[in-house]
């Protein structure tokens, strides 16, 4: 029967480089390693007469002592058939603690001393364990904040928490410092927080899932996004490749037509051309009898045969071939001109509409009219303290000076300014003509109606333009931006609410842009004017206009 016998691993391992035996060599003081690492060793000492054991100390003369380990060597290659690898033993990883002893690839800590202030592997700490003068150092659980484990002032291990300073001490801290704080224990103390933690993490965990549900449901709209313009592109693809065919196949019937009705009067032409050819041919043959029967000498030849060569037919005479030198070939041509400019106007027109439909901001005041909206203004919210005046349908408004204080809580105090009855949405776009000095806006209905934050662009919930006679400025927030260009007599704001773009523009033969806000809408919006803007007190007024 076998004997077995149970070897440690790190038996076979070098203590240089902590891997398996490679050429293992003996020193004479029974210690073996691998040739290289003692070699590197001793070559890192720098001494080149006196060589040291790594791991007794031992040192003696002349490297030529050193000798293959042959017995050694043939174990730890049969070990290695066996399957005992050096990457079997226990090395420390970035998270792990690392012992603080091992030369080389350094092994797991298994424990920290608090006396030392060290960690040691399994190897490394038998010491601890074995001699007396180790039993009275503190072990504890490796870790990597050995020095925050320690008191600075006592060298102690903190095991106590101060609720009073909300920091973790040591005994003689609670006996010193810290006297009359409340005081418990470390482990008392995380229990408590760790509910906290654990109050936390359900807080997170529930966030989590939110975000995770939120960030589902944004991956299906991307999706349904991503399968909506596939859909509709190739939807449009197979509609406009059919337009095309369909095209095709009547240019085709228009060619054929053509070409039969070219075939139809060829032929008509061709029949006239021979029948006036023969006709000729006939008439050339009677001419040349009438010359010959001019020319004879015989009076009776020529009065018996005249008679007969001297009459012409009259239906011959008579016929007369009516051209038409284009027949109806132009007005084809003319109907086909006139069919594909109306469909040019037709797919302009259908382009547009796609672009405006795609979220393109219009670019022709025709393209703006297509989104215009009749806006009236709401006298219940007109300036109670300096009376503005509303006419035109309420689509009109002057500043005056006569007072009619009204307390409505609707009403503006502390501004001459007014909003629109109706709430604005989706996408819109009005008109406005304006003299004097003032303020074209949109505003939330919460924005305040009185105090100076009520002013329209001096609060977070409305966006002015201002305008009078020295130039233009935009206002949001109490945020002033100049705008260079000259303020013209009529104005043009475009909304688009989902996408939180407000623009305004100088309305003439070209629209030009004359501010662009980008943000994000929250609310409806209403339309805002307000007049006596700037150095302006009297003589403004602002209409918004009716547009066809």
Request: proline share 3%; glycine share 4%; charged share 25%.
């Amino acid at each position: 029967m076998e004997a077995r016998v149970d070897l440690k691993r790190d038996s076979f391992c070098c203590s240089i480089c902590l891997d398996l035996l490679k050429d293992p060599v003996a020193l004479p003081c029974g210690h073996s390693f691998c040739q290289v690492c003692v070699e590197g060793y001793w070559d890192s000492e720098g001494e080149r007469n006196i060589c040291q054991c790594p791991q007794c100390r031992r040192t003696f003369r002349l490297r030529s002592l050193l000798q293959k380990n042959v017995m050694l060597a043939e174990l730890v290659e049969e070990l290695q058939k066996t399957g005992l690898q050096a990457a079997d033993l226990c090395y420390a990883g970035p998270e792990d603690v690392a012992c603080d002893s091992c030369t080389g690839r350094k092994l797991k800590a298994l424990k920290s001393c608090l006396v030392c202030l060290t960690s040691y592997c399994e190897q490394h700490l038998q010491p601890h364990l074995e001699a007396p003068a180790f039993r009275r150092h503190k072990l504890v659980q490796p870790s990597k904040q050995l020095q925050e484990i320690l008191c600075p002032q006592h060298d102690e291990e903190k095991k106590l928490f101060c609720r009073t300073d909300q920091q973790v001490i040591c005994h003689l801290c609670a006996e010193d410092q810290h006297k009359d704080h409340h005081i418990v224990s470390a482990a008392a103390e995380r229990r408590e927080r760790e509910k906290e933690v654990d109050q936390s993490r359900e807080r997170i965990q529930q966030r989590i899932q939110e975000r995770e549900e939120e960030l589902e449901m944004l991956q299906q709209e991307q999706k349904t996004i991503r399968d909506s313009a596939g859909k509709a592109v190739k939807d449009s693809q197979e509609t406009l490749q059919q337009l095309i065919q369909n095209l095709q196949r009547r240019m085709s019937d228009v060619e054929q037509q053509i070409r039969s009705r070219q075939k139809t009067e060829a032929a008509r032409v061709q029949g006239l051309q021979d029948q006036l050819e023969q006709e000729i041919s006939e008439l050339k043959k009677k001419d040349a009898e009438l010359q010959q029967l001019s020319l004879t000498d015989s009076h009776l030849v020529f009065l018996q045969n005249v008679s007969s060569l001297s009459e012409v037919s009259e239906d011959t005479l008579s016929s007369r071939t009516h051209v038409h030198p284009h027949c109806c070939f132009e007005e084809v041509a003319a109907a086909v001109s006139a069919s594909t400019e109306r469909l040019q106007d037709l797919l302009r027109d259908t382009c547009t509409n796609i672009s405006l439909m795609l979220g393109g901001e219009p670019k022709t005041r025709a393209e703006f009219l297509r989104f215009s909206r009749d806006i009236t203004l709401d006298s219940n919210t007109i300036d109670s303290q300096k009376l503005m005046l509303l006419f035109e349908g309420n689509r009109k408004v002057s500043d005056t000076w006569l007072k009619v204080p009204c307390h409505d809580p609707g009403r503006f105090t502390d501004y001459k300014q007014v909003l629109s009855k109706e709430p604005l949405t989706g996408r819109c776009y009005w008109e406005v003509e304006w003299t004097g000095g003032v303020a074209v806006a949109v505003s939330y209905e919460s924005i305040s109606r009185s105090g100076r934050e009520s002013g329209f662009g001096y609060n977070d919930k409305s966006w002015s333009l201002d305008c009078h006679s020295s130039g233009c400025s935009f206002t949001h927030n109490s945020i002033r931006a100049k705008v260079s260009t000259a303020p013209p007599s009529r104005m043009g704001v475009y909304l688009d609410h989902s996408a939180g773009r407000l623009s305004f523009y100088s309305v003439s033969k070209t629209m030009t842009l004359l501010h662009r806000v980008h943000t994000t809408f929250t609310q409806p919006l209403h339309a805002g004017v307000g007049v006596g803007v700037g150095l302006w007190f009297r003589s403004s007024s602002c209409e918004i206009l009716k547009l066809n």
